[in-house]
């Protein structure tokens, strides 16, 4: 472990001795970006939570090709990847699992009833990313109900211009890849259409990791003299062998999956008032096949979720007052879970006002009704002074809940018992930060520590096999952490550089148990992600995450080689560099070294 936690540092440490140039400040845009998961419409310099954004550029500068990897970079961002890249992967933040992250595709919540291994099934290929936003703590007022670990963002292109690409990838376990993307765009509206597939034989014997993913998407808007329409249109689909990925005692497992997503925004300006409408629906199919012996047991599973959001804010008494309602519709039907029907809906308000030249406050309160539990009342505050022209800090609480999924309830099979009668979990978060912005550099730090009462997990006794859903008392993590990006003007080989470190601890007052996620986190994560441009034309990126768990450590290392002809370049990957065996997820091993070569042709 030792040996691995100092390899990690010296990739991570190592950009740092460049630290102390100054340059022009390359910063001051996404500065002044506005934070859309904000109720009251923060600014990224003056958020009280903890919040970074991934920008276009730094989506095309590094070595990853889909969502799940790039989220790893984020500081405090947990993946856990099962099978190859972008089959499937979990996404937790700050020690929470996977059912207690919210995902939007601009601001539309990707929530599946089903299960949360099915969020981040999203129909949005990378080149459909204008930029990501990570918000760490409870997501906000306008979404506590449902954002408990934090929440991501992403928002999609709206081209100034023509412009179209391909790109053709190909490498070990017989990968195939291709991508596409064409967009055009002006002052009164824009387009944009993207697709990709990739097909691979997988990285363990007779196929049984072998993976062909679809995914396309189309957007557009249209700017009017009082507002603008937004709409899309996704779709992927997902056919891969499952092999050990939820179970080591039947590992011949099979999974398709297939999900939809449709949505029409608007926005308007109207008695003072800056309005903001969605609707959205979004259906999700699940195959999945496990064969024991000669005997195939097979689960299909089909959900719908559609819904209505409306968000508005004005000035309010010196300060900003906002006020949102949602109401959304879930259900189910299933051979394994059976057919069930659920509704939620709410109301929730926040105002944000200044206490004098240098600090704010704001208040608010999200109501919100579960058709099958009643009704929640989600406080939240948050306090806000700027120390100087490059330092703000920040106070904030919250408190959030979330209801079970239908897995939690319903499931029995697979050695993995549901619990009907589960009652809804409920955090309390608490967080301290300070942010820093001056020049080249930004960093983000904080302190945090979430309590939570009947926590939702699996538990089965030692030496049992069947994992059994319940609600725990007594459940604490606080932890640390932050981040570090830089981005020279002043130097023309390095790019950019962005360095992360999460400390966290967690405990259950239950003991004489096993429990299947709420003591498996990282207790210590670090991460780095650097571009170099060594000579005109050439770049360099390289992307390390490591990580220690209660029972393993890890490392892995990422780098991408391209050479730029005009518009047209080629391109070399390498994943998993040092060949380690890791297990993220499930009970089978990820990929080991693999190599990757194409080509990418860009024009406008």
């Known amino acids: 472990m030792k040996s691995g ?3 990690a540092l010296m990739v991570a440490v190592l950009p740092l001795a460049a630290v102390g140039q100054d340059g022009a400040s390359w910063y001051d845009e996404p500065d002044r970006i506005v934070v859309t998961t904000s109720p009251t419409g923060n600014l990224l310099a003056e958020a009280m939570e903890s919040v970074t954004v991934i920008d276009r550029t730094e989506i095309q500068s590094q070595p990853v090709t889909n969502l799940a990897d790039l989220l790893d970079m984020v500081a405090g961002v947990d993946i856990r990847r099962r099978g190859a890249a972008g089959v499937q992967a979990d996404v937790g933040i700050r020690g929470t699992a996977y059912e207690q992250t919210l995902m939007l595709v601009n ?3 990707i929530k599946d009833p089903q ?5 981040l099934n999203l129909p949005v290929p990378l080149e459909h990313v204008e930029r990501i936003e990570v918000v760490r703590g409870p997501g906000g007022i306008a979404w506590g109900g449902n954002a408990t670990g934090g929440l991501v963002n992403i928002i999609t292109r709206q081209p100034d211009g023509s412009e179209y690409g391909v790109s053709l990838r190909a490498g070990s376990f017989s990968t195939r890849e291709a991508r596409i993307h064409a967009g055009t765009g002006g002052e009164r509206s824009g387009h944009m259409l993207s697709a990709s597939g990739l097909s691979s034989d997988g990285h363990l014997p007779v196929s049984r990791s072998d ?3 679809r995914r396309a998407m189309y957007t557009g808007h249209a700017r009017f003299e009082h507002g603008t329409l ?3 249109l996704g779709a992927e689909e997902k056919a891969f062998g499952a092999w050990k990925f939820y179970t080591a005692d039947f590992p011949d497992q099979r999974e398709e999956t297939a999900s939809r997503l449709a949505y029409l925004s608007a926005q308007a300006g109207a008695g003072g008032w800056d309005m903001d409408a969605r609707l959205f629906w979004r259906s999700h199919d699940d195959w999945f096949r496990t064969r024991v012996g000669e005997t195939e047991f097979i689960n299909e599973h089909e959900t719908d979720v559609r819904g209505a959001r409306i968000d508005g804010r004005r000035k309010l008494a010196g300060g900003v007052f906002a006020a949102g309602a949602g109401l959304t519709l879930e259900r189910i039907d299933s051979s394994a879970l059976d057919d069930h029907r659920r509704d939620e809906s709410s109301i929730w308000f926040a105002h944000r006002h200044p206490l004098g030249a240098r600090s704010s406050v704001e208040v608010g309160v999200n109501t919100i009704r579960f058709s099958d539990y009643g009704t929640e009342l989600l406080p939240s505050v948050g306090f806000g002074y700027r ?5 703000h800090a920040h106070l904030s609480s919250a408190r959030t809940a979330r209801v079970p999924s239908w897995t939690e309830r319903f499931l029995v099979t697979g050695g993995n018992v ?21 020049g080249e550099h930004r960093v983000v730090a904080a302190m945090f520590e979430r309590r939570t009462d009947r926590l939702i997990d699996w538990a089965r006794a030692p030496g049992e096999v069947t994992w059994q859903a319940g609600n725990i008392d007594g459940h604490r993590s606080r932890g640390s952490e932050v981040e570090w990006q830089w981005r020279p003007d002043s130097m023309t080989s390095l790019e950019s550089v962005r360095a992360g470190l999460t400390l966290l601890s967690s405990r259950v007052e239950e003991a004489g148990r096993e429990f299947k996620y709420v003591t498996d986190y990282p207790r210590q994560a670090l991460t780095t992600a650097l571009a170099l441009r060594p000579a005109e034309h050439w770049r360099v990126s390289l992307a390390a995450r490591h990580q220690r768990r209660e029972l393993q450590s890890s490392i892995s290392i990422s780098a991408r080689l391209a050479r730029h002809f005009g518009s ?6 390498a994943e998993n560099l040092l060949d380690e065996e890791v297990i993220e997820a499930g009970f089978a091993p990820l990929p080991g070294r693999a190599w990757f070569a194409g080509v990418e042709w860009r024009g406008r």
């Open 5 to 7: 936690l100092t390899r």
């Open 107 to 109: 601001g539309i919540p």
């Open 115 to 119: 299960t949360g291994h099915h969020d």
């Open 211 to 213: 993976s062909d993913l």
């Open 230 to 232: 937004g709409w899309g």
């Open 387 to 391: 120390l100087s022209s490059s330092w």
């Open 418 to 438: 549901g619990l009907a009668g589960l009652e809804p979990e409920r955090s309390t978060l608490h967080e301290a930060g300070l942010r820093y912005a001056a």
């Open 568 to 573: 047209l370049s080629w391109f070399v990957e």
